[in-house]
């Protein structure tokens, strides 16, 4: 099946920085999605994104079909963004997901 | 608000109990899928139904079974519960298997002792 590698694991900013996550998979796909687990534990669908660039407020994601990745991008970061940020891939059947970058945004 | 509900939200078992998780959804959507949550490992698939009167095997589907009662409504049964049960379960729905977004319930921690 498709292989799907997160990095980083974990990663601690200071309020207001700029990250970058990354997302490595092993297949060409068909559904690439990114998702938000808050500290509650809900899961928010932060984009739909097979391929291209689509932004959301602070947010942005990029997705290079042909080289097997997809970066998701957060500005201007709020304590509010803490948690944990899934990559989730499908080739022609259902999604599977990375084990996930753990977010922590300090005031 | 439309979306999907689980229920229960928490739930303590002990070995060999069976417990049924009930999943809804009111998005029309035609797939439903149960995933569940450990610690270090994301999600994993247990079961989903690619629309109604069909349900498939996931990743992890031993010591589980599924009932897709309606277009709404999928179901998870745990029929002799065991320690290695002991997960976060969340169940989600989207309007087709691929090129469409998944909503997900809130999720239910289930304790097996």
């Known amino acids: 099946g498709i292989q799907v590698e997160q990095s980083p694991p974990d990663l601690i900013l200071q309020e207001g920085a700029n990250s970058t996550l990354r997302c490595n998979f092993s297949d060409s796909v068909n559904n690439l999605q990114w998702f938000h687990q808050n500290p509650w534990g809900q899961l928010i669908n932060l984009f739909y994104?097979?391929?291209g660039t689509k932004q959301n407020g602070r947010l942005s994601a990029t997705t290079v079909a042909t080289e097997r990745y997809s970066l998701l991008y957060i500005s201007s970061s709020q304590t509010t963004d803490s948690g944990v940020y899934f990559c989730?891939?499908?080739?022609?059947?259902?999604?599977?997901f990375g084990k996930g970058t753990m977010l922590l945004v300090s005031p | 608000n439309a979306g999907v509900t689980q229920t229960p939200k928490f739930q303590v078992l002990k070995t060999g109990q069976s417990m049924t998780l009930q999943c809804a959804q009111d998005m029309n959507h035609n797939s439903m899928y149960w995933y569940r949550q450990d610690p270090g490992m994301g999600l994993r698939l247990i079961y989903y139904s690619a629309s109604e009167g069909t349900t498939d095997k996931g990743e992890v589907p031993n010591g589980y079974n599924v009932s897709r009662l309606n277009k709404r409504e999928f179901s998870l049964r745990l029929e002799s519960a065991a320690p290695s049960q002991t997960s976060v379960y969340f169940c989600?729905?989207?309007?087709?298997?691929?090129?469409?977004?998944?909503?997900f319930g809130s999720g239910t921690r289930l304790t097996v002792v």
């Open positions: 989730a891939i499908s080739g022609y059947s259902t999604l599977t």
């Open positions: 994104i097979p391929s």
């Open positions: 989600a729905s989207s309007a087709g298997d691929t090129h469409y977004g998944y909503t």
